[in-house]
């Protein structure tokens, strides 16, 4: 195999992780304690390994609270390159895309908005790329963090 056969494996500062999250609020928060470690330990500026958490946090709170009933597992695969981390979180429900979700009216006052949405629009923010795809019945959440 020639060098540019290879996978981006040189750049990575730690081996990539895969997480398991039970589809429970005490197993996204298990993730969460686990990623606050790791992440830093991997090589992200604690203020990234923050951010991504709060990302995590928001998005595997809505699938375990309005997601179906399915019951399996959420797959949560985590790398940290020399510059960025990436998440892609995997799991199986209908289809719910939360890139397009729109904007919350932030210029309203509280009270007149609508409930809901100023998670995603949180991720949005933390985050440098946001995407989705729902690939034979699963929904596939795209993150990445530069630093």
């Known amino acids: 195999m020639s060098n540019s056969d290879h996978l981006s494996t040189h750049r990575l500062r730690y081996p990539a992780q895969r997480f398991l999250v039970p589809r429970t609020v005490k197993g996204v928060g298990r993730l969460n304690e686990r990623l606050e470690q790791w992440l830093p330990d991997a090589g992200a500026p604690i203020e990234?390994?923050?951010?991504?958490?709060?990302?995590?946090?928001?998005?595997l709170a809505n699938?375990?609270?309005?997601?179906?009933?399915?019951?399996?597992?959420?797959?949560?695969?985590?790398?940290?390159?020399?510059?960025?981390?990436?998440?892609?979180?995997?799991?199986?429900?209908q289809s719910f895309d939360p890139t397009s979700r729109p904007t919350p009216a932030l210029d309203k006052p509280v009270t007149a908005r609508e409930v809901g949405g100023l998670g995603i629009h949180l991720v949005r923010h933390l985050t440098?790329?946001?995407?989705?795809?729902?690939?034979?019945?699963?929904?596939?959440?795209?993150?990445?963090k530069n630093f």
């Open 128 to 144: 440098n790329v946001f995407q989705y795809k729902f690939i034979n019945g699963q929904n596939h959440i795209h993150l990445e």
């Open 48 to 59: 990234v390994a923050h951010a991504l958490c709060v990302c995590i946090d928001e998005l």
């Open 63 to 93: 699938v375990v609270m309005h997601g179906t009933k399915e019951m399996s597992a959420i797959d949560v695969n985590v790398i940290c390159e020399a510059t960025r981390a990436i998440i892609e979180i995997v799991y199986q429900a």
